[in-house]
């Protein structure tokens, strides 16, 4: 069974960085979308930052010119560089990407199980 391992989580004060990281447990045979979500307390889970397999990127307007999402098709594996971090940015961050685990299985979504991003004022 594939799983999307995160790492990277922590507290950090305002300002500051924080490097996520999403690798999948196990050799796969193609990942197309890669994803990183957020949900804050009592909030929705919203969409942050998305790459193609190609390597076009999507946005929100919220974290644009502060995070980079990048990925690492060889590794499957999944970045998110957070710089000037702000106390709006706290919540439990997610990966989500569609994998095909084999030649013969169709793609389907996969979820990490979430790190927690504190920052602090």
């Known amino acids: 069974q594939v799983q999307l391992v995160e790492s990277g989580g922590g507290l950090v004060q305002a300002g500051g960085s924080l490097r996520l990281a999403c690798a999948a447990s196990?050799?796969?045979?193609?990942?197309?979308?890669m994803n990183w979500y957020r949900q804050a307390p009592g909030k929705q889970r919203e969409l942050v930052e998305a790459i193609t397999s190609g390597g076009m990127t999507t946005y929100a307007d919220s974290v644009k010119g502060r995070f980079t999402i990048s990925r690492d098709n060889a590794k499957n594996t999944l970045y998110l560089q957070m710089n000037s971090l702000k106390p709006e940015d706290t919540a439990v961050y997610y990966c989500?990407?569609?994998?095909?685990?084999?030649?013969?299985?169709?793609?389907?979504?996969?979820w990490g199980q979430g790190t927690q991003v504190t920052v602090s004022s």
């Open positions: 196990e050799s796969i045979f193609s990942i197309s979308v």
């Open positions: 989500n990407a569609d994998i095909r685990p084999n030649f013969w299985t169709t793609a389907k979504p996969y």
